[in-house]
């Protein structure tokens, strides 16, 4: 067995496979998944596409979780992550995942999913009322397996997720004090910056989400960019130039403050020095909307244009990607092989392997053999 006490640094995370990644997991987590990467801290890193979670609210159409395999991980390697440094896998690939849930399952009361706050607004939004299905209610535990069937000690995501790791803690919890010391208790990374913590949608919502329709895709052209930005929500009551604005609550501000630094005022906006003097200049009036907006659209170009082109790049071989894939599909079970055994010696239901058992047995049986 492992001993806990003598951890490597493990990352774990990764997204649901329902559509291309837009600015809300970019900031929220996957920018900061590749500076992680590239900052040789870490032993080892985890990058999951789960599938297998995606099912659980779209088990009645398949081929949409099939189809955007292939789009999450052109999104994974345009932004930077490395198959040489991190392990990008599938979830369904790895089926010891199933086994750790079905056993975590037991350690955790229905009345305690009930009063997750992630899952009871992921059901909101989904409309499942009392029709939720059991796969997505029980999906906290699932993730559960995800961290630690891979010893994760760090799980970056965005503020939304914070009560799912604090579900997952509960589980390492109990499974140690029932079972004896195995499982390794995670901790949440969240973004520095506060703004990057939930990134608004573009209707102003408070979440980014594809099903809403008010995303920036990190995929998307650069005048399917620019639309979406001058669409966005901003303040209501800014009706003319002249009037004073309010920046609490106007979504581009908001992007402004995950997105913009220094340096993007000298190349785009040379009248102002920093963001705090463009927010004083809107809340006193006579600055507009749209100029604003052009400027967000400006930063934005920026960031997204080497995601675009390296994204065209590893377009071109799709067989390669897949090669990558099940290169990592193959890393990861292995990995969560190694902690299954662990899992099941602790609580004994290694039979085969348990020869003082055996041994036993076959003495309180009288057994000669």
């Known amino acids: ?20 990644l837009h600015l809300g997991h970019y900031v929220g987590s996957l920018k900061r998944r590749v ?30 979780v099939r189809q955007n395999i292939i789009e999450v991980a052109l999104d994974y390697l345009s932004c930077g992550l490395d198959p040489a440094k991190s392990t990008i896998f599938i979830q369904s ?12 399952m037991n350690l955790v009361t229905v009345s305690r999913l009930q009063r997750n706050p992630t899952v009871k607004t992921e059901i909101q939004m989904r409309n499942f ?25 760090t799980v970056p995501v965005g503020e939304d997720q914070e009560p799912m790791l604090e579900q997952a803690r509960e589980i390492v919890r109990r499974f140690n004090a029932i079972y004896g010391p195995t499982l390794i208790e995670p901790e949440i990374l969240l973004p ?37 930005i001058m669409s966005m929500f901003t303040d209501p009551g800014h009706l003319r130039v002249e009037d004073p604005g309010k920046i609490e609550g106007n979504t581009v501000f908001t992007y402004l403050d995950a997105f913009c630094r220094p340096e993007h005022f000298a190349a785009y906006m040379p009248d102002y020095a920093n963001l705090d003097e463009l927010k004083a200049h809107y809340r006193r ?21 080497p995601i675009r082109r390296r994204r065209k790049e590893f377009e071109q071989d799709i067989p390669a990607v897949y090669s990558m894939l099940e290169k990592g ?12 055994a662990d899992v099941r010696r602790s609580m004994r239901i290694n039979y085969f392997e348990d020869k003082a058992l055996i041994a036993e047995q076959s003495k309180i049986y009288g057994c000669k053999n």
């Open 129 to 153: 009322e009392t029709s939720i299905p059991v796969g997505f209610f029980t999906y906290p535990i699932s993730q559960a397996s995800d961290i630690t069937a891979f010893r994760a000690t």
């Open 285 to 305: 009036g006579g600055l507009g909307d749209v100029k604003v907006k052009k400027f967000l659209n400006a930063i934005l170009q920026e960031e997204l244009e």
């Open 329 to 340: 599909c193959e890393v990861a079970r292995a990995a969560a092989a190694d902690t299954l």
């Open 93 to 104: 690939q790895v089926p010891e995942l199933c086994e750790l849930t079905f056993y975590y």
């Open 192 to 228: 520095d910056n506060s703004a990057c913590l939930r990134l608004p949608g573009t209707d102003g919502k408070a979440k980014m989400s594809k099903s809403l329709g008010n995303c920036i895709y990190l995929a998307d052209t650069p005048e399917d960019v620019r639309k979406r």
């Open 35 to 64: 500076e992680l990467q590239d900052s040789g801290k870490f032993d080892k890193i985890y990058i999951m596409i789960a599938d297998a979670q995606a099912l659980t609210d779209n088990a009645d159409n398949p081929e949409k």
């Open 1 to 20: 067995m492992t001993d806990i006490f003598e951890m490597e640094k493990i990352i774990l995370t990764g997204d649901r496979p329902t559509g291309r």
